[in-house]
């Protein structure tokens, strides 16, 4: 196994070229070049590609595939990150990584390119994720990519970059409350927060279950220290947060209040989604025995089998009967609006009791947080509103 520089490293700024730390002997590298300049303006929630481009100026060959020479995250992952390569090997890693893109041993004197899916998060600011080579050894520049996210307006509370990360920097750790869920009835438990390795031994790194539905609340959820995605899971067996159980986490947690539907495909997936499964073959999604975040890339992250960045066969490995359940999130309220004289009615089905509704005279605002008592028909929320004789008015649905 590689050496995992997670933690306490020294991060430096880079530019579009930056000469190595070492001299011209064993593993060494020149960055030529990145695809995202540090500083880049992007859109909230949107998904974009960084590749960085390196001369091999050392003495060795580089060898392709994940378990090859590889570009590793140092640190933690603040954008999303989602490797385009997937971890052949369980849980042997559990940060993400890129492969040489072209596939190819990179011979001394050679280019090699490395590149990785990332999310900018719902909140404007300044993100970045480091990065460093890794063969035998860590060598070569730490490299970044800093996205300056935008003031978007998004009125969205499931925050997919900050769910992905959350899989990314805590699948092979204790959930930050300091519990890990040993089987159906206890838990083993650590100081809170300390990024304490998970347990192992037979039935926990060996097994699927119980604590994959604790795992999965902290990653689309709002736990206690690290938030996740957003969504209020709630915890039903405290002191440990969110739900243990993976058919209560599917069916009491997400579906049935609307946060999420069944799909019937992979490609119907978004990068913070679940996947629920029945491994005796049964197709009941109200007899789940697992759960696991989709991170995007035919990728997954989960506890007890503390993996990341492993296929969803992966969990089929040892049996053909497994059956999955594909459960996507949906992001934001579609809001309908209809007009009848000078009373416009809006109408929005999903469950998010955070919403309000703000309006603004223009656009880019000012908005204005509206009072109002909201009329219910079914799932199905119903507010009028009394429009403007002249001039325009326009609404939006946002977090308070």
């Known amino acids: 196994m590689k050496p995992h520089k997670h933690f306490g490293a020294v991060l430096f700024c880079i530019g579009t070229f930056l000469a190595t730390n070492t001299g011209f002997a064993g593993d ?15 859109v909230p929630r949107s998904m974009f590609i960084q590749t960085w481009t390196f001369t091999n100026n050392g003495t ?76 035998t050894n860590w060598f070569g520049p730490t490299v970044t990519v800093q996205a300056a996210v935008e003031p978007g307006g998004n009125t969205n509370v499931f925050d997919r970059s900050r769910t992905v990360s959350f899989a990314n920097n805590y699948a092979a750790y204790y959930c930050p409350d300091g519990y890990f869920w040993t089987n159906g009835g206890n838990w083993s438990t650590v100081t809170p927060n300390t990024f304490t390795p998970v347990p192992t031994g037979a039935g926990i790194d060996g097994g699927v279950g119980d604590d994959c539905a604790h795992f999965v609340s902290y990653c689309i959820g709002n736990g206690p220290y690290v938030r996740g995605g957003g969504i209020g899971i709630p915890s039903r067996a405290t002191p440990t947060y969110g739900e243990p159980g993976a058919a209560r986490l599917v069916t009491a947690c997400l579906i049935n209040p609307r946060y999420a539907v069944e799909v019937s495909s992979l490609s119907q997936l978004e990068p913070g989604d679940v ?69 416009m009615t809006f109408m929005w089905t999903t469950n998010w009791n955070k919403y309000a509704l703000y309006s603004a005279p223009a656009v880019n605002g000012p908005w204005t947080k509206l009072t109002f008592t909201l009329g219910k028909l079914g799932p199905t929320n119903i507010l009028t509103q009394t429009m403007p004789s002249t001039g325009s008015i326009y609404y939006r649905l946002q977090m308070p």
């Open 28 to 42: 060494s590298a020149l960055l030529l070049s990145v695809s995202i300049t540090n500083g880049t303006p992007v």
């Open 275 to 343: 996947i629920g499964w029945n491994w005796e073959g049964n197709t009941s999604i109200s007899n789940l025995d697992h759960v696991t975040l989709y991170e995007g890339n035919n990728l997954t992250a989960s506890h007890a089998v503390s993996a990341e960045d492993v296929g969803p066969t992966y969990f089929q490995s040892t049996s053909s009967s497994w059956v999955w359940h594909l459960i996507h999130i949906l992001d934001y309220p579609t809001l309908w609006t209809t007009r009848s004289g000078n009373k």
């Open 60 to 135: 060795t060959t580089w060898t392709p595939g994940p378990n090859g020479y590889t570009l590793d995250m140092v640190g933690l992952d603040r954008l999303g990150a989602i490797p385009l390569d997937t971890n052949v090997n369980g849980g042997t890693y559990h940060f993400p990584r890129a492969a040489i893109n072209s596939g190819k041993k990179i011979s001394p004197g050679g280019i090699a390119s490395y590149s990785m899916d990332f999310i900018a998060p719902e909140i404007s600011g300044s993100y970045t994720d480091s990065f460093q080579l890794n063969g």
